[in-house]
C-alpha cells in the first residue's frame, strides 16, 4: 500500500527534530544537501536500509554513503582515520567530498553491500546537518531517485519519483552544485578518484601530492572501484547527444541532426499515414550563450515544438552543473524526444559534468572541432 509522504517546508526546531526522530525510527525521509536530495535512512539499521534499495530499485550490490554531522561521528564508524583522510576532512568538510575508509563492525554490512569500506560525506547544507544532528546516527542516502533516473536536486523532483515510497521529504528549495560529491580512496598522501564530483582533482592538489582518477573513468571495460559508477545513470527519456568543441560547428550540426531526425520523422509518419505510431517530435535544448546566438534564426522557424535551457556562457561550469539534472527532468515532463546539449572540456568540475553527460547521452557526444586536411 502506498504509503502518505509527508512535505516539510518550515524546516523551524520542530520540524528538524521530528523529521530526525523519524529517521532513528527507521523512516525513509529524503533531506537536501549541496549536491542532490538524498533518500536517507538510520545507516545503523538494517531493515531501514533494505527499505532504501526497495523504494528506488537499486542493486543491493551498491553501496551507500553514511551521511555524518561533523568528523566526531565518523570515529565509531570506522577502524581508523589516516593522517591523509584527517587532512582532507579538515580541508573540505563540510562539503561534497565522500572519502571510503575500512569500516568499524558497528556498520552493517547492508550499508556496504558487503565491502568491508565505508563512504563518509558530511554535507555543507546547514538543514541537512541539522537533520543529522537531531537524529543523532548516521543517515545513509542516495540520490533520491529512482535508479537509473536523473538525481533529484529539488523536492518536486523527490516528490515525483518518491511520492508514496518514502515517509518524508524536507523541502529545502533546489540544492546548489548540482552533481554529486566526489568520492576517493585514500593511500598515503595520495588519494584515488572514483568518482569526479564538486571537489576537483586541482583542489584535492592542493592537500595531498598524488592524485589519480580509477582507471574505470577513462576504461569503459574496467570494473569500478565504486560499484555504482558500472550502472547506467541519469538517463532522460529522450535521445540526448552531446555537443562540444566551437560553437559555430555545434550549432552547425545540432542543425544538421534536427533535419535529419525531421526527415526521418515525415517519412514514417507518411508510410503508416494516420495510424501512425511514431511520437510527435519535440525538442530539448539545454545549451551555453554562445551556440544559442548561432541558432536564434534557425528555431525562430523551427516547425517542431521545443523546450529551452540557456546555462550560462562556455566557460560557466557551474551554471551547467546546476541546470544539469533539472533541465533533464524538466524535459522529460515535457515529453522531449530529442535532447542537444553543449558540454564543457573535462577538466576541474567538467569532469565531474562530463562524466554524468556522457552516461545521460549513452556516450553520444559530438566533436565539433574544424577539420584538418
Ligand atoms: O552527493 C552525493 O554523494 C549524494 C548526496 C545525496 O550525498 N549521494 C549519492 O549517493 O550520490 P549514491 O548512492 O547515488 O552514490 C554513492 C556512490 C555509488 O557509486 C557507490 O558505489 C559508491 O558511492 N560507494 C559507496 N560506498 C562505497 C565503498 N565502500 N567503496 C566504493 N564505493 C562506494
Ligand atoms: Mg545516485
Avoid at 514514417?268 to 541558432?295: C, D, H, M, W, Y
Avoid at 522557424?301 to 561550469?317: K, M, R, S
Wanted: hydrophobic content about 40%; proline content about 8%; glycine content about 8%.
Amino acid at each position: 500500500m502506498a504509503l502518505e509522504t509527508k512535505i516539510y517546508k518550515n524546516l523551524d526546531p520542530k520540524e528538524i527534530a521530528e523529521l530526525g526522530s523519524r529517521l532513528r525510527a527507521g523512516e525513509l525521509v529524503a533531506i537536501p544537501t549541496e549536491t542532490v536530495y538524498g533518500l536517507g535512512a538510520n545507516g545503523l539499521d538494517e531493515e531501514a536500509m533494505s527499505r532504501i534499495y526497495e523504494a528506488k530499485g537499486r542493486p543491493s550490490d551498491n553501496p551507500l554513503i553514511l551521511h555524518v554531522p561533523d568528523q566526531a561521528s565518523v570515529t565509531p564508524l570506522v577502524k581508523e582515520i589516516s593522517p591523509t583522510a584527517k587532512q582532507l576532512m579538515d580541508a573540505f568538510w563540510p562539503g561534497p567530498l565522500t572519502i571510503i575508509l575500512p569500516k568499524s563492525d558497528n556498520v552493517p554490512l547492508r550499508a556496504t553491500g558487503g565491502l568491508d569500506s565505508v563512504a563518509v560525506r558530511c554535507p555543507a547544507h546547514d538543514v541537512c546537518r541539522a537533520i543529522l544532528q537531531a537524529a543523532g546516527v548516521p543517515v545513509a542516502a542516495p540520490s533520491a531517485n529512482i535508479s537509473g533516473r536523473p538525481s533529484p536536486t529539488t523536492a518536486d523532483a523527490v516528490y515525483h519519483d518518491m511520492a508514496g515510497r518514502i515517509e518524508a521529504i524536507a523541502d529545502a528549495g533546489p540544492c546548489e552544485v548540482g552533481v554529486e560529491s566526489t568520492i576517493v580512496e585514500c593511500g598515503d598522501d595520495a588519494v584515488t578518484i572514483l568518482r569526479p564530483g564538486g571537489i576537483t582533482d586541482a583542489m584535492l592538489r592542493q592537500v595531498v601530492s598524488t592524485v589519480t582518477f580509477d582507471e574505470a573513468l577513462s576504461a569503459p571495460d574496467v570494473a569500478p572501484k565504486a560499484p555504482g559508477m558500472k550502472y547506467k545513470h541519469y538517463a532522460p527519456d529522450g535521445v540526448m547527444t552531446t555537443y562540444v568543441g566551437v560553437p559555430k560547428l555545434i550549432s552547425e550540426a545540432m542543425i544538421e541532426a534536427m533535419e535529419a531526425i525531421q526527415k526521418e520523422h515525415e517519412e514514417l509518419v507518411s508510410q503508416e499515414g494516420k495510424t501512425s505510431i511514431a511520437k510527435p517530435l519535440r525538442f530539448g535544448f539545454l545549451i551555453n550563450e554562445e551556440v544559442a546566438q548561432f541558432l536564434d534564426i534557425y528555431l525562430a522557424d523551427l516547425p517542431v515544438p521545443f523546450e529551452f535551457v540557456i546555462y550560462g556562457n562556455a566557460a560557466d561550469y557551474r551554471g551547467l552543473a546546476h541546470s544539469l539534472y533539472s533541465s533533464l527532468l524538466a524535459f522529460n515532463e515535457a515529453k522531449v524526444t530529442h535532447i542537444f546539449a553543449t558540454g564543457v572540456p573535462r577538466q576541474g568540475l567538467g569532469r565531474a559534468i562530463m562524466n554524468r553527460m556522457d552516461k545521460a547521452s549513452g556516450y553520444n557526444v559530438v566533436n565539433a572541432v574544424p577539420k584538418r586536411d
